[in-house]
């Protein structure tokens, strides 16, 4: 077995943090269960929350390696459970910002038998020869008992065979392989080591400069061998000599020379040894003169380049039309601000770069707001991860929980015995969802639970919606959208697939009109009617796009609306894709779920443990 390791640029983002653990068994006991093999990343991550990823690593290989016999599958499972209990009691502690920004996978591989969980959006491959399996989609799915706040939740087992390769990615490097085709260099290769990516990716240095994650690449070869990291980080320019340093050092070596030459009257040293001291002087204070005389004129050379360019960017400001164009500039600003250069300059490249921002922010219609905070949980009591508010109540639910807070004038909590995936108004109602099967009428405050009929095994959608008494759920594994027609005497008739399209794959989210608006893995929206794509539009947006999350709409709407946790928004959209309004907060830094006022004029934001309200 060979590993390899490939970190990019670690530590440069302080709310991104992410590592690697690779372990081997070190005595009989621990051979029992094979290598254990650990990949977190952690976005948005707040100060506190700097070692959370070492410390799920460390609960994970302690329970692993504990000197208990059990298969590999029972150690992880146990190491996960212990995992969950970790991040629940962070739950009950009032730390929740971790929800939705941790992704994490943790490999147990025993001989030819590998076991998995993960969560987020890390992404795990094998290849064998010049083919390239989904691991996750093709491997056998073992789910085990949820605790109440079930982060690792399933297993997933497969074999592996002699010569092939496991590589983990998270997202970011996933989407970076996928745009750089580096999938299909390997599958021409037809066998994956350490040595042969890293010399793929020492071809792309420069892209490779521009992402942040991990890449973690298992071999299964006969020899064994140590592990081999690669560290991928961006140039930084190295720290010049000062001149009051150079001149302070040429001053204790001139007065070094005046006081040795009373000790060489008194010495009498030969004439030729003090002309070899001398000249040594000489040479060395030469030496730091000609060092300090490089060192301005390149400072200076720096400076004139540096003018240049604040000329070059301050005439391409004034000409700039289009959000693209000053876009461009604050790119080419930003690392230019970290540059060592006289402050004054410094300066006016930060006033510039205020400016042009200033400009983008009226383009491209975002205001930084100030919401209002309108209620906080108590974490040991409830942790939300999704809303409602309907008839002026908001409802909350998280799919680790069977119990709905409702909230209008008092709080009232509602028992559903059964644990909620997802939620949607419904008539006077609200329609509760519960993984496989089970929906979950709740009106006025009464529960009642009818079971639907799957369409397909292993059905498992990844969002729901209601749209005129249908039911559509989403599945993002196979790609399809699922109806369920209505009929009152039945309430729903017989499942058909309605649309079926590989561009459905990884979907994220759902909203229906009357068309589907359709929320993609690379965040392009989808437009279909009736069966067929009608639009497919990438959003031109500043601060661009990072991790859009939901997408949602109505029948007497005019907008789409979409979360985008990573960069502390809510974007407004007409619906045909032009930006309407964004808002963005410092305070939005654990985004979860919003929802609609019925008119269509407040924005209900669902953030961490506190609830905010945004006025249209």
Known sequence: MRVAEFHFNPDVKPDLIFNSFCYEPENIYEKRVGNLFLVGLLKNALPKNKKLIENLAQIIKREYYRPKSLAPKIALKEGLIQANNFLEDLGKKGDVSWLGNLSFLALGIKGNVLNFSKVGEIKIFLFRGKRMVDVEKRAKLEKFEPFPLR??????????????????????????????K??????????????????????????????????LLISFVKEILPKERSVFLKKISPAKLKLGEIIFQVSNFFKKIKSLKPKI???????????KKIALILIWALILISGYLYSFFEEKKEIEKYQGILIELQKRYEKAKEGKDLEEIV???????????????????????????????QIYKLEKIEPELVFEFKAKEFIPQKMIFFENSFYFFNPFSDQILKFKKEKEAILLEAKPNFGATFDDAILFFSKPDQLIFLKDSQVSKISL?????????????????????????????????????????????????????????????????????????????????????????????KDFSKIFTLPNLPYLFILDPAQKRIIILEKNGQIKKQFQSEKFDNLLDFSISEDGKTIWILNGLKTYRVKL
């Open 265 to 275: 009257r008194k010495v009498e040293l030969p004439k030729l040894k003090f002309n």
């Open 331 to 361: 790119n080419e600003i930003s690392p230019l601000l970290v540059k060592r250069m006289p402050e004054k300059l410094k300066k006016e490249f930060s006033l510039l770069n205020e400016k042009t921002i200033e400009r983008l922010f």
């Open 182 to 215: 580096i999938f299909e260099e390997i599958k021409e290769i037809g066998f994956l080591d350490g040595k042969i990516l890293k010399r793929i990716l020492d071809e792309k240095k420069r892209e490779v400069l521009e992402i942040f994650g991990i890449c």
């Open 453 to 545: 009929k799957l369409p397909y095994p292993n059905f498992d959608p990844s969002d729901f919606f209601i749209f005129n008494k249908n039911l559509y759920f989403l599945d993002k594994k196979e790609g399809r959208i699922v109806k369920y027609p209505w009929q009152k005497e039945i309430f729903w008739q017989e499942p058909l697939i309605l649309i079926e399209n590989e561009k459905l794959i990884g979907a994220k989210s759902m909203a229906i009109d009357g068309e589907f608006w359709v929320l993609r893995e690379d965040n392009k929206i989808l437009e279909i009617f009736g069966e067929k794509i009608k639009k497919e539009f990438d959003l031109d947006i500043f601060p661009e796009k």
């Open 151 to 180: 982060v690792f939740g399933s297993l997933v087992s497969g074999k592996i065979a002699e010569g092939d390769s496991v590589l983990i990615l998270t997202k970011e490097v996933f989407d970076f392989f996928e745009r750089e």
